[in-house]
């Protein structure tokens, strides 16, 4: 089955850094991939669309200077997390749409990110 | 404007008690719903979609556009069905839009 990988599952960095969080799509192709965020005992929130070969598409409250994301390849999208502050801290999860699976998306495993 | 309503934080049953968990939506367009499912320490799966019309692990769904709802049913509940259900819309082809989840106790 289509399989999505991210890394690191975990993640501590200090206020003020920057974090780097990347999404794989293992086995199958993903022109788009979505990230979300999941705070403790609630549901994913959508942050942003990104296309492969072009500037990814904010929901709206999302600060894109922020939350930067690059899809280079069609197996790869990555999430910089700038300037990071304690309440970035939170379940990040991205999914991958397969160009031959129709609406399905498959979810990556999430990494978990506390800044300090 | 668009949104998933999932009322129910937490429905607890015990093993062989028929389960519903509620889904209700709103949505102007053309509505297509999923269930996804996620089970302790891992990630998040695709249960059903309603377009399938089909039943994976005993779980059934059926869009009623008038009540506008999706809710998931199970005729008898089994331990390993514990986990956190979540209801989700697609809209504009692509955006998943998620219900607040359930989470489903089934004890034996």
């Known amino acids: 089955g289509a399989v999505v990988s991210q890394h690191p599952s975990w993640v501590i960095c200090k206020s003020g850094t920057s974090v780097k969080i990347e999404c794989r799509s293992l086995?199958?192709?993903?022109?788009?991939m979505f990230w979300y965020r999941q705070f403790p005992k609630q549901s994913l929130m959508l942050m942003a669309t990104?296309?492969?070969?072009?500037?990814?598409?904010?929901e709206q409250g999302v600060e894109k200077d922020k939350f930067l994301i690059n899809h280079a390849s069609l197996t790869l999208s990555t999430l910089t997390v700038t300037s990071a502050h304690p309440e970035d801290s939170s379940f990040y999860i991205c999914?991958?749409?397969?160009?031959?699976?129709?609406?399905?998306?498959?979810f990556g495993p999430g990494t978990r990110l506390t800044v300090t | 404007a668009q949104r998933v309503t999932q009322p129910e934080k937490l429905l607890s049953v015990f093993k062989g008690a028929p389960v519903e968990l509620k889904c209700n939506y709103s949505?102007?367009?053309?509505?297509?719903l999923f269930w996804y499912v996620q089970y302790s320490r891992q990630r998040l799966q695709l249960l059903l979609r309603?377009?399938s019309r089909e039943s994976i692990k005993g779980f059934t769904a059926d869009l009623n556009k008038g009540e506008t709802s999706f809710h998931l049913k199970k005729p008898f509940a089994q331990e390993e069905d514990s986990a956190m259900y979540y209801c989700?819309?697609?809209?504009?082809?692509?955006?998943?839009?998620f219900g607040t989840g359930t989470r489903l106790q089934v004890f034996p």
């Open positions: 999914s991958a749409r397969d160009l031959a699976g129709g609406h399905e998306q498959y």
């Open positions: 086995d199958f192709q993903a022109t788009t």
């Open positions: 990104s296309n492969e070969g072009s500037k990814a598409t904010y």
């Open positions: 949505y102007s367009g053309s509505p297509e």
């Open positions: 309603h377009i």
């Open positions: 989700a819309l697609i809209i504009n082809t692509d955006k998943l839009i």
